[in-house]
């Protein structure tokens, strides 16, 4: 497996934005990193713990979008999401730790370092994958991503080469173009892509398209995109595809709840302490991966598909609503740079 481009904590990295929810607003300019884990724990803790929407004090503006959020776990494939709240007193952690073990075998059993017997918890952990029934290409050319300043980077790809034309036809049946809108060359301009169309129970997506203030609002509008488009189209003879290879792992931690005290009754007199994610993302030419825990506490013309520029990447339970992960790519940081050895 390849090394990881980035494993450490958020804070480390320099253009990137870790958001609680889909409705924050995104900085222009750095990628931006969305995962249901974090909302599962917070809904567990509101409807479980509090049973009411969550307040902290000199935080209610950041409560909020949590609070009205929509629950997760209705749009999550069967198996993928274990969240659950507790008392430390009355055995959580016993709990969390059978059943993650239970659930997710090759998952290490979670650790709340400086934990007391006289808190609680709330507690989510996410594990899904799409694979591809076809592996893609690696690509043995170094790949240039272009951001939205213009700075390059030489990073490594896969896909469906040039050099693959008129060939594999099989792998060109398995994405699905779901919307294009070409430019004056016939070149596409902005497009959607579903790099698995038969992957089950998820999918997922990638586009080149306009953002928008949010990861949700950039979503919607690609996805009324796609619905207003009425059909998916196929790569043909001698298309190109090609897609940047994102391997990393981060650790977030949620300042703007961390140390503020509640004000619902029943927690009166707690602070919250510890607000944590961590998101483990993989996408190559087998498929996408995705771990995430939070802790609260004529010839014819060619066609070039071409993830080169920033784009949008979700991850969602087909037919759902809402994704499970989103990821807007506006700079290289958290792409894997071109080795060379491909």
């Known amino acids: 497996m390849a090394k990881m481009t980035f494993n450490g904590q958020s804070q480390e990295l320099k253009e990137t934005q870790i958001v609680p929810t889909l409705h924050t607003p995104v900085e222009q300019g750095n990628n931006v990193v969305w995962c249901a884990s974090i909302l599962s724990a917070w809904k567990v803790l509101q409807n479980d713990i509090a049973g009411e929407p969550v307040e902290l004090e000199d935080a209610n503006e950041h409560c909020t979008p949590l609070n009205e959020a929509d629950d997760p776990k209705n749009s999550m494939p069967a198996g993928a999401l274990y969240a659950t709240a507790g008392w430390v007193q009355k055995g959580i952690i016993e709990t969390i730790r059978d059943t993650i073990q239970k659930t997710f075998p090759t998952k290490e059993p979670p650790s ?51 050099e693959d034309d008129y060939a594999y036809f099989n792998l060109r049946n398995q994405p699905a173009i779901l919307y294009t809108k070409r430019d004056a060359q016939y070149e596409p301009e902005e497009f959607a892509v579903d790099l698995c169309r038969n992957s089950e129970p998820s999918q997922i997506v990638l586009a080149c398209t306009e953002p928008r203030k949010t990861l949700m609002e950039t979503i919607s509008s690609l996805e009324q995109k796609i619905e207003a488009s009425n059909h998916h189209e196929e790569l043909d003879a001698n298309d190109v595809l090609l897609v940047p290879d994102l391997f990393w792992q981060l650790a977030h931690d949620f300042g703007e709840f961390e140390g503020k005290l509640f004000r619902n009754t029943v927690l009166k007199g707690q602070g919250m302490d510890v607000v944590r994610q961590d998101i483990l993302f993989r996408l190559d030419r087998s498929g996408a991966e995705l771990k995430s825990e939070a802790k609260q506490y004529c010839l014819p013309m060619p066609s070039h598909y071409l993830f080169d520029r920033p784009f949008l990447i979700y991850m969602k339970k087909r037919d759902a609503q809402s994704p499970y992960f989103a990821m807007w790519v506006s700079n290289g940081e958290l792409l894997q740079p071109w080795n060379g050895k491909q």
Do not use: H, M
């Open 112 to 162: 709340f370092p400086g934990i007391t017997d006289d808190s609680f918890l709330a507690y989510a952990y996410l594990e899904a994958n799409v694979s591809f029934e076809l592996p893609y290409f690696q690509n043995r050319q170094p790949f240039i991503f272009t951001d939205c300043s213009g700075d390059k980077t030489v990073v490594n790809s896969f896909g469906i080469r040039p």
